[in-house]
């Protein structure tokens, strides 16, 4: 079974600073996508950037890249020159399609906070 | 453009009732659906996902159901509601290629008492 593992609770960056948040999964395809997600206190889910697992090249989103090491199982999202509207949760996904079955797999998160 | 639709957004339940929280996406056809649960400062839980009519299948046994009726609707339901039961809960939806973003519904924040 896919898993996807955040091992950082809670991180803390100063505006204008780098952070990088962690993510590792599990899978034994081959083939998969994986995604970051933003949960601000609105509760909405928002898409922040995604990196499909054949492509070697780290996808990047102005401000959002990731540093995908596919041997590794390792997906972390670096966020550059934070604002104060990134303080939010922050979710790992996974996806693969396997025939006729299609999920979709959060981690458990990591809170991010912005300080001036 | 499509869209998702999840109500109610709040609820308030008593131990021992049922439950029927419903989603709705119009838009687009034949979607993968998913029901997710977050507990109160935890990550998402996947409960159920579809890939069609009356195809669900379910991640966590526990006393939730589901089911799919029409093609771009998705019902969690619960005959008898516990204390854990308690919890926001999340529809989304995303197309059948594998590399499309999911788009999530507002929520249901359900309480039961």
């Known amino acids: 079974a896919q898993t996807v593992t955040q091992s950082q609770p809670e991180m803390s960056v100063q505006e204008a600073e780098t952070v990088t948040l962690s993510c590792t999964y599990d899978?034994?395809?081959?083939?998969?996508?994986l995604f970051w997600y933003k949960q601000p206190p609105s509760r909405q889910m928002i898409l922040v950037i995604r990196?499909?697992?054949?492509?070697?090249q780290n996808a990047t989103e102005n401000r959002f890249s990731v540093n995908f090491q596919k041997a590794a199982k390792s997906f972390s999202l670096k966020i550059s020159d934070s604002q104060l509207g990134d303080a939010a949760m922050y979710f790992c996904?996974?996806?693969?399609?396997?025939?006729?079955?299609?999920?979709?797999?959060f981690g458990t998160g990591t809170r991010l906070q912005v300080t001036l | 453009s499509q869209t998702i639709h999840q109500w109610p957004a709040t609820l308030v339940q008593p131990v021992g009732s049922p439950l029927s929280l419903e989603c709705t996406v119009e838009?687009?056809?034949?979607?993968?659906l998913y029901w997710y649960r977050q507990a109160a400062g935890r990550g998402l839980q996947l409960l159920f996902y579809?890939?069609?009519?009356?195809?669900i299948s379910s991640e966590v046994p526990q006393n939730l159901s589901a089911s799919r009726p029409q093609d771009r609707q998705f019902i969690l339901s619960s005959k008898k509601l516990l204390l854990s039961d308690s919890g926001f809960y999340l529809c989304?939806?995303?197309?059948?290629?594998?590399?499309?973003?999911?788009?999530f519904g507002q929520g249901t924040r359900l309480t039961v008492v």
């Open positions: 899978t034994s395809e081959s083939d998969y996508y």
């Open positions: 579809s890939v069609g009519i009356g195809q």
């Open positions: 990196q499909e697992a054949y492509k070697q």
């Open positions: 989304a939806w995303s197309g059948e290629v594998v590399n499309t973003e999911a788009f």
């Open positions: 838009g687009t056809s034949n979607p993968n």
């Open positions: 996904a996974y996806r693969t399609d396997t025939g006729t079955a299609s999920k979709l797999t």
